[in-house]
């Protein structure tokens, strides 16, 4: 890694899409392929302004259209161009797709129960939160990677995909994951590269990452 001695080092930019009908009636996505609303199109657009500040060198989205549509505000602003890739899809939950909050406590308490407790559930016999790592961390990854020095990478996904890359990237082991918080919509988490690996530099941010002034640089 580059990062120790030769300036900021690469950073990651984890940017969480836009809303949804489906979020606002708190329903679970999942794989699940939903649309903006125009409320959240406008949240694409007001924070693709902010991030093209940050001048980022490539993008790469999932593939499902409510991440590609927010992914697109940044390029129409930035000219570059996005890569999609299905390794960054939501979590696939299964029987939990399409449920609401209140239905999911409802019908599958027990479940809830474990998986906030830590433990490794497949939601609504979907996929595991380590399964979701193994495919979208090493996306990540493999596009960081082709950054210069100093470059900025922009990954748009979505809150439960961003918060097990994020644990994964950070080494963190994967009951700890649920103690990252969630990101809200079109809100983003900052990876920045250290001397020992990945660090987060900004979690669930809405305004632009300002340096850290202090003993703990």
């Known amino acids: 890694m580059n990062g120790s001695g030769s300036g900021r080092g690469r950073r990651i930019v984890l940017w969480r899409h836009g809303q949804t009908a489906w979020n606002l009636e708190r329903r679970f996505q999942g794989s699940t392929d939903i649309a903006l609303t125009e409320a959240g199109v406008g949240q694409a657009q007001r924070s693709a302004r902010l991030l093209a500040s940050l001048k980022p060198d490539a993008i790469v989205a999932?593939?499902?259209?409510?991440?590609?549509?927010?992914?697109?505000?940044?390029?129409?602003?930035?000219?570059?161009?996005?890569?999609?890739?299905?390794?960054?899809?939501e979590t696939y939950a299964g029987a939990w797709q399409g449920l609401t909050h209140e239905e999911i406590l409802g019908q599958y308490g027990e479940q809830y129960a474990a998986w906030k407790r830590g433990e490794a559930v497949r939601r609504g016999g979907g996929e595991l939160e380590t399964e979701v790592a193994d495919r979208a961390a090493p996306v990540v990854l493999g596009h960081a990677d082709k950054l210069p020095e100093n470059g900025t990478l922009v990954v748009v996904s979505h809150g439960g995909t961003?918060?097990?890359?994020?644990?994964?990237?950070?080494?963190?082991?994967?009951?700890?994951?649920?103690?990252?918080?969630?990101?809200?919509?079109?809100?983003?988490?900052?990876?920045?590269?250290?001397?020992?690996?990945?660090?987060?530099?900004?979690?669930?941010?809405?305004?632009?990452?300002?340096?850290?002034?202090?003993?703990?640089?």
Do not use: F, K, Y
């Open 62 to 89: 999932s593939d499902l259209q409510r991440a590609a549509a927010t992914a697109a505000e940044l390029a129409a602003i930035t000219g570059l161009e996005v890569t999609h890739d299905a390794g960054l899809r």
């Open 162 to 217: 961003i918060r097990t890359t994020i644990g994964r990237l950070l080494g963190l082991e994967a009951h700890h994951w649920e103690g990252l918080g969630g990101l809200s919509n079109c809100c983003w988490s900052v990876l920045g590269e250290g001397a020992r690996g990945w660090r987060l530099l900004e979690h669930n941010a809405g305004t632009l990452p300002e340096a850290v002034l202090g003993d703990d640089t």
